[in-house]
C-alpha cells in the first residue's frame, strides 16, 4: 500500500496570507489528486497532476508535481475564507485509491 | 445532472444491529467506491465496484462488513452486528472508469453513529 503523507495536518491562518501544503511519498505514482473537502460534504476534486514537473494553477491555487513523481504542493495566495477546509491528496494510476490524511485549514476573516 | 447520492445522511443505530447504506452513483459511471473516515483520518479504502463486479474486497475491515452492486448503478453497504468503532462517515463515490486519473465523485456521506 502506498503512503501518503501531508504536512501540516492543521493549519490556521489570516485571510490575505499564502501558504503552502505539502504531499510526500517514498512511492512513484503515475498521477496524483487533490481534493478540497468541506465539512458534511464530501471531496470535490480540484486538480490532477500526471507530469514530473508539472505545474497547474486554479486562480490562486497553484499545484506542483515532483520532478520524480513522488511528491506534490498546493500553494495558495491571498488565502479567503472561502479556501476554508481539508485539503486530501490522492494517488492515481491503480484502481485502489490511497488518501493521505488531509490538511486541515481554517482562514480567518 | 444528478450526483452522487446517499442514503440516509445519518444513522443513530444500537451496538448489535445491522445497517445498510445506500448510494445511487451518478448515471453511465461504472466504476464505484466505498470509504470510510473517521474523525481525524484520511479515507480508508473500503471496496471498489467495477460494473456488479467488485475485483478486490480486501479493503473491508471485518466480514461483518458487506457490499453488492446492482445493474450496474445502486450499491448498498451492510453491517451487521454494528460495534462502536464502525462509528464513522461512510462516503461513496463514482467514477466514468476504474483508472484513478478520471475523477471519483463524491456523494454526501452517511455520518453513522452507533451507540
Known amino acids: 500500500t502506498q503512503l501518503l503523507k501531508q504536512s501540516p495536518q492543521f493549519l490556521s491562518i489570516q485571510e490575505g496570507e499564502n501558504l503552502t501544503v505539502y504531499c510526500n511519498s517514498s512511492?512513484?505514482?503515475?498521477?496524483l489528486q487533490w481534493y478540497r473537502q468541506e465539512p458534511g460534504e464530501g471531496p470535490v476534486l480540484l486538480v490532477t497532476?500526471?507530469?514530473?514537473?508539472e505545474v497547474k494553477k486554479l486562480k490562486r491555487l497553484t499545484f506542483q508535481f515532483g520532478d520524480a513523481r513522488k511528491d506534490s504542493s498546493l500553494h495558495i495566495t491571498a488565502a479567503q475564507p472561502g479556501d476554508t477546509g481539508l485539503y486530501l491528496c490522492?494517488?492515481?494510476?491503480?484502481?485502489?485509491?490511497?488518501f493521505g490524511r488531509g490538511t486541515s485549514l481554517i482562514v480567518h476573516p | 445532472g444528478a450526483g452522487v447520492s446517499q442514503s440516509p445522511s445519518n444513522k443513530v443505530t444500537e451496538k448489535g444491529k445491522d445497517v445498510e447504506l445506500r448510494c445511487d452513483p451518478i448515471s453511465g459511471h461504472t466504476a464505484l467506491y466505498w470509504y470510510r473516515q473517521s474523525l481525524g483520518q484520511g479515507l480508508e479504502f473500503l471496496i471498489y465496484?467495477?460494473?456488479?463486479?467488485?475485483?478486490?474486497k480486501s479493503g473491508l475491515p471485518s466480514d461483518r462488513f458487506s457490499a453488492e452492486r446492482t445493474g450496474g448503478s445502486v450499491s448498498t453497504l451492510t453491517i451487521q452486528r454494528t460495534q462502536q468503532e464502525d462509528s464513522a462517515v461512510y462516503l461513496c463515490a463514482s467514477s466514468r472508469s476504474g483508472d484513478l486519473t478520471y475523477e471519483q465523485y463524491f456523494g454526501p456521506g452517511t455520518r453513522l453513529t452507533v451507540t
Open positions: 490522492a494517488s492515481g494510476g491503480s484502481y485502489i485509491p490511497t
Open positions: 512511492s512513484v505514482f503515475s498521477s
Open positions: 497532476v500526471v507530469t514530473g514537473g
Open positions: 465496484f467495477q460494473g456488479n463486479s467488485a475485483p478486490d
